[in-house]
C-alpha cells in the first residue's frame, strides 16, 4: 500500500505540497519548523465562541513573537512562567494587565520584579511566596490578585507528566494552605484557587470526572479560610492525540461540562491556561533526511535533526505523527527514524514510509507547535538551532535563521 493512499490526518494534502515546494526552492540541510498562522486562527477563533471559561495562553508551549501575536488577537490572554516569557509577551504589545504569573521557582526577587512590569495577578505555590508577594505589595503600594495553587490527592492515582497523584512541586496540599490566617496578607486580594495535575488528557469524561472530583475539597478550602472563590484557574491539561488513535477531546462537551462545573462550584469565573490544545496542531517539524541505511534487517533513517530540536519523542515515548514530504506510489515499508546525537535516545519513532524513500528527502512531523522548539535541547553536538518559519498569506516567512553554535560557544 503506497502512504498517498492512507492520507494521515495530520496535515493537509495542499498544505503537504506547499512545504514540499518550499523545501524544494531553500533546500535547507537543518531541520526547521513552521507555523501554519491561519490554521492557528481559525482553531483559536472556535475556541473563543464560548461564554464558559476565560482562555489564557500558557506561553510555555510556543512563546514565538507571531504565535503569541495571533493568539493576542484572538482575545486570549497570558501565563508565563519566567521573566523571559513575560519580557517576550510584553515585547508583543500584551497588557501587563493581561498577563498572570504560575510557577514553583518565584524568588521574592522576581515577584518583584513582574510588580515593577505591571503584572497584577499571581498564583501563588508555597506559603514563602505569599509573604514575598505580600511584602513586596505592600512596598509598592499595589493589590495584586492571588489565586492558591492546590495539589490534591486521590485515592486511585496515576502517574502523568504533570504529575497526578505524584508529590510536585506545584503548589501546596489543601492541609498546609488551611494554617494561614488570610487577614495576615493585607496588601493581596486573595481571590482563587489554581489547580492542575494532569496533562495530555484525551477523555472528555476523564476530564469532567477529575474536574468534578476538586470541587468538594477546594470549596471547602476556601470556606475554611475565609474568602470568596471568585475563580477557579483548572490549568491545562487538554490533549492532542499524538499517536492518532482517533481519541480527542471535544470542545462543546467541555464547556458544556465546565458550565456544569462552574455551577457547582459557585464561582464566578473558571479559567483555562490552554498550552498544547491552543497551539500544537499548528506547527511542523520538517527534517531532511541525511542517510538511510539496512542495519541488522532493520531500515534506518537518519535525519539532520532529531532530539536536538525536538525531544518530546524521547521523555515521554511517543513519536509525532509523520509521513514523506513528497508523493510516492512506492510500497510502504517499515523504518526506524533517527536523529543526529550520539545517544540512542535520539530517535523520533518507528513508521512505515514508501519503500523508495532516500537521503535528500524530507519528513514532515506534525502536531509539533506545542513544546517543540523551546522544548528541544539544542546544544548537546552543536549542531545548528532549528528554523522557525510561518506560513501566512500563502507565504513562508523566516522569523529566526538556522543558528551556527558560534553564538553560544565560547
Ligand atoms: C501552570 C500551567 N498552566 C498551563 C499549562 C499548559 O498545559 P497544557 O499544555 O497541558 O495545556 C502548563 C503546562 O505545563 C502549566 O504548567
Redesign the pocket.
Known sequence: MSNQRSQPRFIAPEFVRDLEDHFLRVQPENGYYVYHIEQLKQHLAKLQQQDVVKL?F?V??NPLSSVIKTIADQGFSF?V?SQGELEQVLAQGVSPQNILN??PAKSRQQIARFIDRGVAIF?VESINQLVWLNEVAEQKRVTPKVLL?VQLQWPEGEKN??GGNELTP?GLATQQWQTLTIADYQHVNICGI?I?QW??MLSNAKMFELWSQMIPPLSQLAETLGFDLDILDL?????IDYLQTGQAINWSTAMQDLAEIKEKANVKEIW???????V?QSGYYIAPIVDRKDNFGSQQLILAGGINHLLRPAITNQPFPTRLLRTSASECEHFHVHGPLCTSLDKLGEFDFPQDVKEGDALVFGLCG??GFTESMPFFLCHDIAAEYIFVDQNFELIREPQAPQWYLR
Open positions: 489564557w500558557a510555555k508551549a501565563d512562567a504560575t510557577g498564583v495553587r507528566p504533570l506545584f489554581h492542575f496533562g495530555n490549568g491545562g491539561g487538554l490533549g483555562l491556561e490552554l498550552g498544547r490544545y491552543a500544537a506545542a513544546y
